[in-house]
C-alpha cells in the first residue's frame, strides 16, 4: 500500500518525516543551548560556594566547621541546582510565538 498525500486545495499536507524534520530544526539547537548553560551555571554555582564559604570563614570569621564540598553538595546547594536548571529549562523551551520570524 502506497501512501499519497492528501491534496488541500492548492497546497500539500506535510509529511511525518517533514514534521519530523521541523522538530528536530527547531529543538536540537534549543537541546545542545540547555546543555551548555546548565553546565556552565553549575560551574558558576560552584565557584559562588566556594568564594562564600572562603569569605565567611576568612573575612566573617563564622562557619569554620563547614567544608565546601558539604556546601555545595548540601540540602541548599541541591535546591540552588534543581532551581536554577528547571528555570533554564523552562526558559529555554518555553513557546515565544510573537518572536517567531
Same mark, same amino acid.
Given at each position: 500500500? !502506497? @501512501?499519497?498525500?492528501? =491534496?488541500?486545495?492548492?497546497?500539500?499536507?506535510?509529511?511525518?518525516?517533514?514534521?519530523? +524534520? /521541523?522538530?528536530?530544526?527547531?529543538? /536540537?539547537? $534549543?537541546? %545542545?543551548?540547555? @546543555?551548555? !548553560?546548565?553546565?556552565?551555571?553549575? !560551574?558558576? &554555582?560552584?565557584?559562588?560556594?566556594?568564594?562564600? @564559604?572562603?569569605?565567611?570563614?576568612?573575612?566573617?570569621?563564622?562557619? $569554620?566547621?563547614?567544608?565546601?564540598?558539604?556546601?555545595?553538595?548540601?540540602?541548599?546547594? /541541591?535546591? &540552588? +541546582?534543581?532551581? *536554577?536548571? &528547571? *528555570? !533554564? &529549562?523552562?526558559?529555554? %523551551? +518555553?513557546? =515565544?510565538?510573537? $518572536?517567531?520570524?
Amino acid at each position: 500500500m !502506497i @501512501i499519497k498525500r492528501r =491534496r488541500l486545495g492548492s497546497t500539500y499536507e506535510k509529511s511525518p518525516a517533514q514534521n519530523t +524534520k /521541523l522538530w528536530f530544526a527547531i529543538n /536540537l539547537g $534549543k537541546i %545542545f543551548f540547555t @546543555i551548555f !548553560i546548565t553546565i556552565a551555571y553549575l !560551574i558558576i &554555582l560552584y565557584v559562588m560556594t566556594g568564594v562564600v @564559604i572562603f569569605i565567611a570563614q576568612e573575612v566573617g570569621d563564622v562557619w $569554620k566547621d563547614v567544608d565546601y564540598a558539604d556546601a555545595y553538595n548540601g540540602p541548599y546547594g /541541591l535546591l &540552588l +541546582k534543581v532551581g *536554577g536548571v &528547571l *528555570g !533554564i &529549562l523552562l526558559y529555554v %523551551f +518555553k513557546d =515565544r510565538p510573537a $518572536k517567531r520570524g
